[in-house]
């Protein structure tokens, strides 16, 4: 069964609701907006693992949502589907320019559209794991940096401590996302997390997105102190 985070974007109802229903029963996480303003707000909530948008919709169209997707760093490597019914050639042309992943025309397979997805979210958990699991880089150091000064802040080691507040809402953290965050909070990276916890470094970057979505952070920094501030880890 494929799992994996999804945002999909689609101004037509009947549309969205099919695609919605076939990814979810696939095993996917959907979450749906009807348009590109909605998509942006949503993506400003929570990172998916890939983004299923159609191309023709009012006031902001699927190249311009694409176009600020590529402008913001956060979403610059983040995989992107265009469904539409245009099928020219020069269409497809000006996707892949705007910086798409796939293109897929109405109507489409379903099948088809679930292997494109299971293959795009797979290959950049690959791509993110081994980055993030890579030596001491510069950016490494920094965000360990980060996150110590973070802790000290939070433990009031630092002389401006802040103050830990209770949950705003209820967190249903399963025992391995727990696992993952008391982890995460020590900065330690993807692949020392996979070797510590005996599994994938795939399904550490599963369990990093789902954190991210329950706890509407955007970064490991901002996650780790979400989760101290909260009394969700020490």
């Known amino acids: 069964m494929a799992s994996g985070h999804i945002l999909l974007v689609d101004d037509e109802p009947g ?8 990814l979810e029963d696939s095993g996917f996480t959907v979450q749906v907006a009807s348009n590109a303003e909605e998509g ?16 023709m919709m009012p006031r902001v169209d699927g190249y311009q949502f694409l176009a600020q997707m590529r402008g913001d760093d956060r979403f610059k490597a983040l995989p992107v589907i265009f469904l539409t019914a245009k099928g020219m ?13 796939r293109y897929l025309s109405k109507p489409f397979d379903p099948d088809e559209l679930v292997a494109i997805v299971s293959n795009l979210i797979g290959r950049r958990a690959a791509t993110v794991g081994s980055v993030q ?7 490494l150091a920094e965000l360990a940096r980060q996150i110590e000064e973070i802790r000290r802040a939070v433990m009031g080691k630092s ?19 727990k696992s993952v965050l ?14 510590q916890l005996e599994t994938s470094v795939r399904n550490v970057e599963k369990y990093v997105s789902r954190l991210f979505s329950k706890t509407g952070t955007n970064s490991r920094t901002e996650l780790v102190r979400y ?3 909260h009394g969700l880890t020490t």
């Open 15 to 22: 549309m969205r609701e099919a695609v919605q229903a076939y």
């Open 227 to 229: 989760a101290l501030e």
């Open 182 to 195: 008391d982890l995460v909070a020590q900065g330690l990276m993807n692949k020392e997390i996979a070797k």
């Open 40 to 55: 942006w707000e949503k993506l400003q909530q929570f990172v998916p693992d890939l983004v299923v948008s159609d191309v």
């Open 89 to 101: 050639t020069s269409d497809r042309i000006q996707g892949y320019n705007a910086g798409v992943d």
């Open 133 to 139: 699991g890579g030596g001491d880089s510069p950016q």
């Open 159 to 177: 002389g401006v401590g802040i103050a830990s507040t209770p949950p705003p809402i209820q967190i249903d953290l399963t025992p391995r996302e």
